[in-house]
C-alpha cells in the first residue's frame, strides 16, 4: 500500500492546479487519472487573463512551443439573424488547445502521478480512503469532470434531477484549403445563440486550428440543432464545407443547478466535479482553477480533514460564486425579460452583446481576480 497525504481523482486543470498550489507544503501528493496526457479534450478552449495570472504562466513563454490565440473581439449573434461585431481592441481573453494546455499544467507538477489507470475501487476505512486497493490518504480530492467517481461517492453522482448541460464539438486543423475558404477570424470568436436561448452555439479558429460545437439543456435535441447550425455556417461560408472526424459530446453541470455536496469527511471536489461552470457561459476553466486554489489554501491550513475543518472551502466557494440558486425552470440563469420576442432584437443590438453577454456572462470582467483571504 502506497501512503499519502492527498489523492487527487483527475489531472486535468483543477487536478493539475491543486497539486501545483501544495507543492510547497509538506504533503505527499498522488494524482490518479484513467487517460494518459496529451490527451484529447473536448472543449472550446479559451481563458481570460485572470486565469493566466492566477496560474503564474508566463504568456510570451507559452506561446513559444503552444496555440495562445489573443482574442480582441467577439462576434455574437442568435441563429437565423445577422450578427453583431465587437472590438474590443486589446486583449480580452486567450485560445487555447485543450491537449496543450492541460498536459502542460500537469507537466509541471512534481507530485506522483498515476496515469492512464482508472479508479475501480474506492473505499473508506477508518479515517483513511483506500483507492484501487492500492494507495492510500486520509483526504480524497474529486477533480475528475461530470462523471467523477468522487463525486459519485460523495452524493448520488450524475443523476436525472441534475440540469446538465449537453455538447458536442469538433476540432481540428485545417488544411491550406480549408484555411483559406474559413472566413471566422482568430482574433474574433463566433458565439450563435439558440432561438430559445436554452444554448448556444460557437465557431473558434486558433491559428490554423478550427473547433465548432454547441451545447443545449436538452441533450435530446442537441443533434438537431448542431446539424442546422453547421450547415447554415458552411453556407454563410463560415467554416469550411468539408469538416473532417466527428463531433465529440461531453456534458457539465452549471453553478446555479448543481446540487453536489462539496465537502464530506476526508473529501473535497473541485472543478467541474464539484459542478461550478458558470451558469451564462457554462464556462468551467475559471472555477476550476480558482476552486483549486481555495482548496489548496484550505487543506494547507485545516487542522485535521474532518468535514468541520473543511467546511472552510464550501463558504469560500460560495462566497466567490455566489450561492447556488436551484431553479431547474431558469434555465441558462438568463433574465425573464429576456426570453422574449426582445430577445432578438437585444442580440443586434452593440451595447448589450458587448456589456452583458461578451464583459459579463463571458469574460466575467466585473469578477475581480481571485484574493485568497482564508
Known amino acids: 500500500m502506497e501512503h499519502y497525504d492527498v489523492m487527487i481523482i483527475g489531472g486535468g486543470p483543477a487536478g493539475a492546479t491543486l497539486a501545483w498550489a501544495l507543492e510547497a507544503s509538506d504533503k505527499r501528493i498522488l494524482i490518479i487519472d484513467k487517460q494518459a496526457f496529451p490527451r484529447d479534450k473536448t472543449c472550446a478552449g479559451w481563458v481570460t487573463p485572470a486565469v493566466m495570472d492566477s496560474l503564474r504562466i508566463d504568456r510570451e513563454v507559452y506561446a513559444r512551443s503552444h496555440t ?26 486567450y485560445g487555447i488547445r485543450r491537449c496543450e494546455f492541460d498536459a502542460y499544467l500537469l507537466d509541471r507538477v512534481t507530485a506522483d502521478k498515476q496515469l492512464s489507470t482508472p479508479v475501480k475501487s474506492v473505499e473508506r476505512i477508518g479515517n483513511s480512503w483506500i483507492v484501487n486497493g492500492e494507495f492510500e490518504a486520509p483526504l480524497l480530492v474529486g477533480a475528475g469532470g461530470h462523471f467523477c467517481p468522487v463525486a459519485h461517492r460523495l452524493g448520488e453522482g450524475p443523476g ?5 448541460v449537453a455538447a458536442k464539438e469538433v476540432e481540428f486543423e485545417m488544411t491550406p484549403e480549408q484555411a483559406a475558404v474559413c472566413r471566422a477570424r482568430g482574433n474574433v470568436p463566433e458565439l450563435w445563440f439558440c432561438r430559445d436561448l436554452k444554448g448556444y452555439a460557437w465557431v473558434f479558429r486558433k491559428g490554423n486550428y478550427l473547433n465548432i460545437g454547441l451545447g443545449r ?15 447554415e455556417m458552411k453556407q454563410d461560408g463560415r467554416i469550411p464545407p468539408d469538416l473532417p472526424g466527428r463531433f465529440k459530446g461531453h456534458a457539465y453541470l452549471l453553478y446555479g ?43 494547507q491550513h485545516a487542522p485535521d480533514m474532518s468535514a468541520r475543518c473543511l467546511q472552510r472551502y464550501g463558504e469560500a466557494i460560495s ?46 470582467q466585473q469578477v475581480p481576480p481571485l484574493k485568497l483571504a482564508l
Request: net charge negative; no cysteine; charged share 25%.
Open 257 to 299: 443547478h448543481a446540487e453536489r455536496p462539496l465537502i464530506d469527511d476526508g473529501v473535497i471536489l473541485i472543478g467541474d466535479a464539484a459542478g461550478l461552470a458558470y451558469t451564462q457561459s457554462g464556462e468551467g476553466i475559471r472555477p476550476a482553477i480558482e476552486s483549486a486554489l481555495i482548496a489548496a489554501e484550505v487543506i
Open 160 to 164: 436525472s434531477h441534475e440540469l446538465v
Open 68 to 93: 495562445l490565440q489573443p482574442i480582441t473581439g467577439f462576434r455574437i449573434g442568435m441563429m437565423g439573424q445577422s450578427a453583431v461585431d465587437n472590438d474590443h481592441v486589446d486583449i480580452v481573453s
Open 319 to 364: 462566497e466567490r460564486f455566489g450561492t447556488r440558486a436551484l431553479n431547474e425552470d431558469s434555465g441558462w440563469q438568463i433574465p425573464d425579460w429576456i426570453k422574449t420576442p426582445l430577445a432578438g432584437g437585444l442580440m443586434r443590438s452593440h451595447w448589450f452583446t458587448r456589456k452583458v453577454v461578451t464583459e459579463k456572462w463571458f469574460l466575467h
Open 217 to 231: 439543456e436538452d441533450n435530446h435535441r442537441l443533434t438537431d440543432h448542431l446539424n442546422r447550425f453547421v450547415d
